[in-house]
């Protein structure tokens, strides 16, 4: 048996749709696979109720056929689901690492990005690799096309999540079919300020780089309670606020002395609204970690 434990992931990050991510060192999914005939998938834990077993519908028999690999595969949630966090994504990369250990592919962890991605295209419909590419690799990534780069990035970080599910399906079908010119020189000149802050471990200037003027307002409005959860945030300290992946997670940037104030002013902006919500403070972490049992 082989056992892995794969991150949660905070994509986008406000100007990079599709392309930003970022592993948080908590939550986490841990998938445990045993060689089989044919694949058969267990899930326990955080949502499992909502997550199908059925390997055509789950993450993970995307990636074990992807990899001639099947297996009994057991996932034990610590991501909820259609939170904004990659939970999907997390099972499809440690199922990824999981597999490939099991079967000795022998594929490095660059090679398991879009195998993972297909996994996780079964679920979003679409391939987006900026869950994956974090959960495989760690720290902070930037997936374009198939290649990926990683900063390895010390930020502090807080995750909100509110008592709201909203599938990343249903969150893409809200983004904009395209940009003014004014847009574009906008999101750019703020992904460009982000990468700088992960490159210098600079809190302040990753916050400057979260802001969005094309994608995030549409998610933001399906999110009750957003612009109260981002003015509480930036009001206890910090950086930078913007939506965690598709929503309806709430992501924020600090420095480390604020994480604590910031994460109870961001449950407290919720509950403002009546939305009851669970807020996690983190950091950028590392990959997927595997333990051979
Ligand atoms: N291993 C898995 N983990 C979580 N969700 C899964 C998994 N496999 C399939 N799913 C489906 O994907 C949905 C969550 O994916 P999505 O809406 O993209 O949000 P997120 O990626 O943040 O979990 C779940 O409702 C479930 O139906
Ligand atoms: N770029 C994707 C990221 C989805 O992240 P998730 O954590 O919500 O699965 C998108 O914005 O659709």
Known sequence: ???????????????????????LDRPADV??????DRTTIDVTGYGSE??????????????????DAPAHIRIDKGIRPSSGLGSSGASAAAAAVALNELYDRGLSRKE?????????????GEVHLDNVAPALLGGFTVATGRDVT?????????????????????????????????????TVGRAATLTTGMCRDDPRLVGKGMHDRLVTPARADLISGY??????ALDAGATGVTVSGAGP???????????????????D?????????????????RGATLYRD
Request: charged residues 20%; proline residues 6%; hydrophobic residues 45%.
């Open 269 to 285: 902006g919720f509950g403002e609204v009546g939305v009851d919500s669970r807020a996690y403070q983190t950091k950028i972490g």
């Open 1 to 23: 048996m082989v056992t892995v434990r794969a991150p949660a992931t905070s994509a986008n990050l406000g100007s990079g749709f599709d392309v930003f991510g970022a592993a």
């Open 227 to 232: 612009d109260e959860v981002r003015e509480a």
């Open 31 to 36: 998938v445990r696979v045993e060689k089989a």
């Open 150 to 186: 990683t900063v390895d990035a010390d930020i502090p970080l807080v995750a909100c999540l509110p008592e709201i599910a909203i599938s990343t399906r249903d969150a893409r079908d809200v983004v904009p079919a395209g940009a003014t010119m004014e847009q574009l020189v906008y």
């Open 112 to 124: 398991l990005v879009p195998i993972a991605g297909k996994g996780e295209a079964t679920v979003s």
């Open 50 to 67: 909502f997550i199908p077993e059925d390997p055509a519908d789950n993450t993970v028999g995307a990636v074990a056929e992807a990899l």
């Open 249 to 267: 997670g709430v992501i924020a940037a600090c420095y480390p002395e604020d994480r604590r104030s910031i994460a109870a002013a961001m449950v």
